[in-house]
């Protein structure tokens, strides 16, 4: 006797998976942005990078304000955290407010999708950085070390706007 498992597929097997798949398509389709997301993810330069994990994404509002779309997302790494607040502005984009812990004044560059190029500023002393006017969409940080020190940059993954 011959197991059935064994046996190659034919045409009802086929149809079978084709309508499998449609279903699937249909109910749980991949994001309509995941091209995008995955070029900019592999596009990265700095493969010395040590990458942060988010560790903690929270809305953040209430009462009059809960009309404004505003969250909190949390990175660590070995080395340093990350935590900002992206809150947004009437005018259809967003301000990122930033603190890195430990505190350091230290270069911190918005990674956008092409052909935005990306922005720089370099936190204050108390770790403390923003971006205003920066456009929804998909967005990663890097954050470098202090010009000939030897420590890693740290790189967040991608996140939404």
């Known amino acids: 006797m011959t197991d059935p498992a064994d046996l190659p597929l034919d045409d009802g ?7 499998l798949a449609a279903v699937h398509a249909m109910l749980d389709p991949p994001p309509a942005d995941l091209d995008e997301r995955v070029s900019f993810a592999v596009a ?4 010395d990078a040590e990458v942060a994990r988010y560790a903690e994404q929270q809305p953040v509002g209430s009462g009059a304000r809960a009309s ?9 790494a070995d080395s340093r955290a990350v935590m900002i ?6 005018d259809s984009l967003v301000r990122i407010d930033g603190w890195l ?15 935005a190029p990306p922005r720089m500023v370099t936190a204050d ?9 920066v456009p929804h969409g998909i967005a990663q940080l890097l954050v470098r070390p202090p010009e000939g020190d ?12």
């Open 13 to 19: 097997d086929q149809a079978i998976l084709d309508r």
């Open 44 to 47: 990265l330069d700095y493969l």
């Open 68 to 76: 404004e779309r505003t969250h909190t997302i949390t990175f660590d």
């Open 85 to 90: 607040t992206i809150v947004d502005r009437p």
């Open 101 to 115: 812990a430990p505190a350091a004044a230290l270069r911190v560059e918005l990674r956008l999708p092409e052909p």
């Open 125 to 133: 002393v108390a770790g403390r950085f923003a971006f205003d006017g």
């Open 150 to 161: 030897t420590s890693p940059r740290v790189v967040t993954p991608a996140f939404s706007l």
